[in-house]
């Protein structure tokens, strides 16, 4: 009867302190959650409750599996078992607290500052650093796991005879990886590109939405999400439409007649851009910019805040112009002249 009683007893034990330590920490942090609201930390460490709880129980039982007679014909295979559960719940509690600790330093950051881009400069360097940790636990978590089989300690210090060449070859073929990698933490720390920023690559635009270690996403105006190693932004140029500040200026063509009364458009121009709220204000300008033996080349430039301000305005200012011009001034659009030449003077 003992033997059965024991480790009920034991088990049952260690859930009830893992229970009712869970239950406190939970009250403890959410106490200090209301007492400290300028930060969320306190509440994003009640994520970690359940890793807390697992280590606390593995911990318990991994100290006293042996008087407790769990299992007593058994007695490496659960010793290794509780050891293997202890390293992976403890790999991923220290990932909850450094997540948490990450997202509210951020957080934290973004409500006071006033800089949109030194904020999204900061969240592209925090990403990158929260997953660079996330790795290294892992792969720690997972040697550890490792190491506890004894044929695996034979295994690791035949390899580190070996390392040399090993590394040689490990480097060469994650040659392309390896750049990346370095790529990503050159971004990051770099200040090339960010989240958020508006970009041209390949032709297309788009607005960076993830950067991860080894690729980055570009999120298009069509919301079609193109994928590009990060080593590109780093060995080939591309455009960053967000450095230096968003705010930009955009041009409007049309082809006109000779006769086109462009003083007429300057004043209509800014009689449409006061009913476009896309307009910052910033700066306004229609000239002649070329002219052919039919038509000449009337251009506009206008300011917005950002690229997708800028294009709604082009659009706007385009049509509006043309809407104009077709109801006032119909002389002003491109012809084919059908009429006979003047006749040459006589010498």
Known sequence: MDTVLRPVLVIGGALVVTLIAGRLLDLLLRRADARHPETPLWGLLRRCRLPFQLVLCTSLLRGSYRQAGILPDHPFGVGRFLTLVLIASTAWLAVGIATA????????????????ARVRRVRTQVTLIQRVVIAVVVVVALAAMLLTF?????????????????????????????????????IAFGDTVRIGDTVVVD???GTVEEITLTF??????????????????????????SRGGAQMTGTVFWHLDHSAPVELMRDQLRNILKDIPEWDGRGASLVVTDTTPHTIQVRAAVTAKDADDVWTVR???????????????????????????????EA
Request: overall charge positive.
């Open 216 to 241: 980055l996403t570009v999120r298009t105006w069509d919301e079609r999400r193109i994928t590009m190693p990060v080593s590109y932004f780093t060995s080939k140029p591309y455009e960053n439409w």
């Open 203 to 205: 032709k297309e635009w």
């Open 101 to 116: 600790a990450v997202d509210s330093t951020y957080a934290r950051y973004a409500a006071g500052a006033a800089d949109d």
């Open 315 to 345: 659009c706007a200012v385009r049509e509006r112009l043309l809407t104009w011009l077709l109801a006032h001034h119909p002389y002003a659009l491109p012809r084919i002249a059908t009429s006979e030449a003047a006749p040459r003077p």
């Open 150 to 186: 004894p044929p695996m300690r034979t295994v690791g210090a035949s390899l580190m005879a070996s390392a040399g060449v090993l590394g040689i070859v490990a480097g060469i073929a994650a040659q392309s990886s390896l750049g990346n990698l370095f790529a990503g933490l050159q």
